[in-house]
């Protein structure tokens, strides 16, 4: 019911900045929540940070704390990841999602939706 399709993906160097993007459409964006997952080479897919449907609560893994922040602009219908002071630990690729279901969960499962992922590559 809602397709995201993320960008702004690349290789970048430790210490520097990315901000990634999600386009949706198709169901009115506002009715999801949204999340940021990663997932590392021989690891589980994990969540990064969410944000609640009208932008109001965001939540995020310890790991990412005080690093990166997500936003989402309605009208758009986009939400972004800004990601400061990278390092070689944040290289996975990273996934936009979509969740229907209510209730603050945090975890890949939860969410509904999903997008195709984008290479995130920070080099030393």
């Known amino acids: 019911q809602v397709q995201l399709v993320e960008s702004g993906g690349g290789l970048v160097q430790a210490g520097g900045s990315l901000r990634l993007s999600c386009a949706a459409s198709g169901r009115t964006f506002s009715y999801y929540a949204m999340g940021w997952h990663r997932q590392a080479p021989g690891k589980e897919r994990e969540f990064v940070a969410g944000i609640s449907r009208s932008g109001d609560n965001t939540h995020y893994a310890d790991s990412v704390k005080g690093r990166f922040t997500i936003s989402r602009d309605n009208a758009k219908n986009t939400v972004y990841l800004q990601m400061n002071s990278l390092q070689p630990e944040d290289t996975a690729v990273y996934y936009c999602?979509?969740?229907?279901?209510?209730?603050?969960?945090?975890?890949?499962?939860?969410?509904?939706?999903w997008g195709q992922g984008t290479q995130v590559t920070v080099s030393s």
């Open positions: 999602a979509a969740r229907s279901g209510y209730g603050g969960v945090y975890v890949p499962s939860a969410f509904d939706y």
